[in-house]
């Protein structure tokens, strides 16, 4: 499962900042270009933000062909 999620986009393709990473609701949503301008999430101890939002976000981001990092704090 991990090979098809890193599997890289053809050299003509192109990403936009456009492109949907996570629809939040019907009128919100998280595009690509969002992502190249940081995302923060803020939630108190155990309300699973890198186990929730974290996690998708980057498991989307990779099936995209593209990577990332998510720094935490404790």
């Not at 992502?35 to 108190?44: D, L, M, R």
């Not at 498991?59 to 990332?68: H, K, T, V």
């Amino acid at each position: 499962m991990l090979s098809r999620l890193l599997r890289r986009k053809a050299a003509n393709q192109r990403w936009h900042r456009s492109q949907l990473l996570i629809a939040l609701n019907k009128k919100d949503h998280l595009t690509l270009g969002d992502a190249f301008e940081n995302i923060v999430i803020f939630g108190g101890v155990g309300s699973g933000k890198t186990s929730g939002s974290s996690y998708a976000i980057t498991r989307r981001l990779l099936e995209l062909g593209l990577g990332g990092i998510v720094l935490t704090a404790k």
